[in-house]
T-cell receptor, first 114, second 110 residues
């Protein structure tokens, strides 16, 4: 199993551009998450999904959109990129949302908005 | 006050020594607690869950103090490879929404 994969690894965007961060998991996990991590900070939840077709906002959803058309894929869309969106983005998945469920993280996408 | 707080460190630890650090949380209704390890420029990986009675995994011991609302991680016989940032994560009854602390950096030196 590849686990959770993310593309691209690194991207530079100009202000106002848009892009999609890709996330795929091959563990047949129902729950998927998008986090952002700013330097020296913890992870903040952007959006999550409990299954195909179901998504919900996390702590910091503004400026982002998601979709979940399949169990495997959970892309994150940035519209009108702003410097405040410069961050490292991690996708994660878990089998369920149970109290003891482990979240498995992808390797991250580093985004720089100039 | 932040929901989950950690001392950012760094904790400089001689190889072979013991180091311990805490993570405080503000939501008394929190039900799930975890320690993740994050190496520089890498993704977080689960180190251990924290159970009410405390739990141990090799050289790592995690404790939960509900009265004072903190969890702790103790590392015994520190190895150079233990150098990393340790993130605590706190969740509600459903583990799908985790709140992470900012991490505690540990540097183990020869």
């Amino acid at each position: 199993n590849a686990g959770v994969t993310q593309t691209p690894k690194f991207r530079i965007l100009k202000i106002g551009q848009s892009m999609t961060l890709q996330c795929t998991q091959d563990m047949n996990h129902n729950y998927m998450y998008w986090y952002r991590q700013d330097p020296g900070m913890g992870l903040k939840l952007i959006y999550y999904s409990v299954g195909a077709g179901i998504t919900d906002k996390g702590e910091v959803p503004n400026g982002y959109n998601v979709s979940r058309s399949t169990t495997e894929d959970f892309p994150l869309r940035l519209e009108l990129a702003a410097p405040s969106q410069t961050s490292v983005y991690f996708c994660a998945s878990s089998y369920s949302g149970g109290m003891r469920e482990t979240q498995y993280f992808g390797p991250g996408t580093r985004l720089l908005v100039l | 006050r932040k929901e989950v707080e950690q001392d950012p460190g760094p904790f400089n630890v001689p190889e072979g020594a013991t180091v311990a650090f805490n993570c405080t949380y503000s939501n008394s209704a929190s039900q799930s607690f975890f320690w993740y390890r994050q190496d520089c420029r890498k993704e977080p990986k689960l180190l251990m869950s924290v159970y009410s009675s405390g739990n141990e995994d090799g050289r790592f011991t995690a404790q939960l103090n509900r009265a004072s609302q903190y969890i702790s991680l103790l590392i015994r016989d520190s190895k150079l490879s233990d150098s990393a940032t340790y993130l605590c994560a706190v969740g509600g009854a459903a583990g799908n929404k985790l709140t992470f602390g900012g991490g505690t950096r540990v540097l183990v030196k020869p």
